[in-house]
């Protein structure tokens, strides 16, 4: 997508002021080189009533690009950064980096 990383972390901090920063983790499913028909199953499988298409439109259904500061796994350090240059503790960052992850499996599983 067009998103910025400033407005990535920007919605991850309004996200925290809604439902508190306990019930908000970073998912590590950076989708590369899949086929697009996955992304459309992904988006519209037994579980819709209409189809939709996320980012994309109805003339192109493919993969959204992704963005310049997430690009590949090891990128995931630009969000923890940006976290904390946007005002994040890093004691906050950590858990949304992945001790929430841990704390939710330890709970639950």
């Known amino acids: 997508g067009d998103c910025t990383l400033e ?9 925290v002021g809604m439902i508190g920063i306990e019930h908000i983790g970073i998912g590590s499913d950076l989708c590369k080189n899949w ?3 996955v ?3 992904m988006r519209n499988g037994k579980w819709t009533k209409k189809k939709d298409y996320g980012e994309s439109t109805n003339k192109d259904t493919s993969w959204p690009k992704q963005p310049a500061w997430f690009e590949k796994g090891s990128d995931i350090i630009n969000i923890f950064n940006g ?3 946007s005002g994040m503790k890093e004691g906050n960052a950590f858990k949304i980096m992945g001790s929430n992850w841990l704390e939710f499996m330890k709970e639950h599983f």
């Open 7 to 15: 407005e990535f972390c920007k919605m991850v901090n309004q996200l």
């Open 35 to 37: 086929p697009d028909e």
């Open 39 to 41: 992304v459309m199953w």
């Open 83 to 85: 976290l904390i240059k």
